[in-house]
């Protein structure tokens, strides 16, 4: 049906691959097809090779194509105003199309798609390539280099991730554009602790906070300390960390990105023992979260400081709030684990044999090893009739961390207020 062009079998490998992996006519495959001959056809429509009437016959072919895909699907309607807009957009241009191109690959992306969103994104690229190189072009360009730097980095492509991520800073630093050269240089880092090299990498981070003055750059410095926080927490050093991530959370101007910095804020200081920053924290977030799964795990949090804090009445009310609740399968899991845990605490031994069953069930079905190991290891102490280990005292925040808890603990007020 499409013409043929040259690079094509490379360019949109990863599609023939999904294809190839996926039962034909599943909506998997239909969403994967959709995705090819569009592509396939904008290629026609760029290289100009094509009679407008064999391309008017095309556009139906993929027109069709893409109405196989479910309407619930968001990339059936990406896909038509790609197609559509070639009608109105008549020289062949694929920049006029790249910021809907950028949709779709992002699209790809949020739905773990990785290797697709990677092939899209090189189509954005590719067209700046072959485009006029405006700066509006370039720094598009730039975005989708770094966006399939993100996608390269999830499929353990580190080499190809680092590519991305340098082409993203050289077009940046041609142009003078501060922002992206900024969140580059971050991903760098980024990359730099993948491998092991915390140190190196932390003070690459460093480096972009103390470059990232503008207010433009506000955004870019937040991500930084939270990822100073998390290499933090990984070297062994919580209260650096916790310190580091209300950098980020006061920083940070996006609600949901807030969101998930005060979540991994929570995260630290319960891991440290410091049981009421983490509960005034994960109070806030079952207040104010606008993402159900933020909100879902903060509880379940709360439901394992209670339990070690032997509060039975906190704990019954909070297992009592997700009861109810169609959670994710990895949620579920822990929810049911904790929940025993909190069963086990309160002498209600043949109540959490039951969840800790349940939790193995949903880890042995869903291949989710961790949990899986800590629900077995648990269900087996349990059955045995060993009883858990005293629960240790919660930990005093340290003086230095004084202004995180006073903050969290009027951002509680707050939440409580506005509830």
Not at 390 to 401: E, F, G, K, N, V
Request: neutral net charge; charged residues 25%.
């Amino acid at each position: 049906m499409m013409s043929t062009h040259s690079g094509e079998a490379s360019r949109y490998r990863a599609f023939f691959v999904a294809l190839g992996m996926a039962p034909e006519g599943l909506p998997a495959w239909r969403a994967a097809f959709a995705g090819l001959v569009a592509l396939r056809y904008l290629d026609a429509w760029a290289d100009g090779g094509v009679s407008v009437g064999n391309l008017a016959s095309e556009r139906r072919a993929v027109l069709a194509a893409i109405n196989t895909v479910a309407d619930g699907m968001p990339d059936r309607a990406l896909l038509t105003s790609l197609v559509v807009l070639t009608v109105r957009e008549s020289h062949g241009d694929l920049t006029q199309l790249a910021p809907l191109l950028m949709a779709y690959g992002r699209s790809l992306q949020q739905q773990s798609a990785w290797a697709l969103a990677v092939a899209v994104y090189g189509r954005v690229r590719a067209a700046y390539v072959a485009g006029p190189g405006t700066q509006a072009d370039a720094l598009l360009a730039a975005s989708a280099a770094l966006r399939s730097g993100g996608c390269n980095r999830k499929l353990g492509e580190a080499i190809a991730a680092e590519a991305d991520y340098q082409a993203a800073l050289t077009l940046a630093r041609k142009w003078g554009d501060d922002h992206t050269g900024l969140r580059a240089r971050t991903c760098l880092a980024n990359l730099d602790a993948d491998r092991g090299n915390l140190p190196g990498a932390d003070l690459q981070l460093a480096r972009v906070i103390a470059d990232a003055v503008s207010e433009r750059t506000r955004e870019v410095r937040a991500l930084a300390w939270h990822d100073r926080a998390t290499i933090a927490h990984r070297r062994g050093q919580t209260a650096t960390a916790i310190d580091y991530a209300y950098e980020a959370w006061s920083a940070v101007d996006d609600p949901v990105a807030r969101e998930r910095v005060l979540a991994d804020l929570a995260t630290m200081a319960l891991d440290a023992g410091y049981r009421d920053t983490a509960r005034d924290a994960n109070t806030v977030l079952v207040a104010t979260a606008q993402e159900p799964v933020l909100r879902w795990t903060a509880t379940i949090n709360l439901m394992e400081i209670a339990t070690l804090d032997r509060r039975e009445v906190d704990f019954t009310r909070l297992r009592r709030t997700l009861g109810k609740v169609a959670l994710p399968p990895a949620l579920e899991a822990e929810y049911m684990y904790f929940g025993a845990l909190g069963d086990l605490a309160f002498q209600r031994r043949s109540q959490a044999i039951e969840a800790l069953q349940r939790a193995v069930e949903i880890a042995e079905e869903r291949r989710l090893g961790e949990v899986l190991f800590r629900a077995e290891a648990a269900l087996m102490r349990a059955s045995d009739g060993v009883d858990e280990p005293q629960s240790a005292p919660s930990l005093a925040t340290p003086d230095r961390l004084a202004h995180v808890t006073a903050a969290l603990a009027n951002a509680r007020i707050l939440a409580a207020v506005s509830e």
